[in-house]
Nanobody, 119 residues
């Protein structure tokens, strides 16, 4: 069993920055990918970024590429999402996720943290 907990969501002004954190506990040795998703009010959940735990390879959605950076701290079993040049359209509940198989669906999810970008 795995538990994921996000933190760092806040209200920020457009153009500002924010860093989200996601800690993992439990059977974390099996988590081969860690990722971030977001869901705006009234919309479906969208992929934001992911990182391979083995080699650190990163993946980004086109909407955040160049502005957001996903990173990891292996010793702390923690993944971060550094968000720069924030836009109002980035407003959403951000959730961290993890999966145990390369081609499988994300198995574990955090509770979500609210990011609101004001104009």
């Amino acid at each position: 069993q795995v538990q994921l907990v996000e933190s760092g969501g806040n209200l920020v002004q457009a153009g500002g920055s924010l860093r989200l954190s996601c800690g993992a506990s439990g059977s974390t040795f099996s988590l081969i990918y860690r990722g971030w998703f977001r869901q705006a009010q009234g919309k479906e959940r969208d992929f934001v970024a992911a990182i391979s735990w083995s080699d650190g390879r990163t993946y980004y959605s086109d909407s955040v590429k160049g502005r957001f950076t996903i990173s990891r701290d292996n010793a702390k079993n923690t993944v971060y999402l550094q968000m720069n040049s924030l836009k109002p359209e980035d407003t959403a509940v951000y959730s961290c996720a993890a999966k145990t198989e390369y081609a499988g669906a994300y198995d574990y999810w955090g509770q979500g943290t609210q990011v609101t970008v004001s104009s």
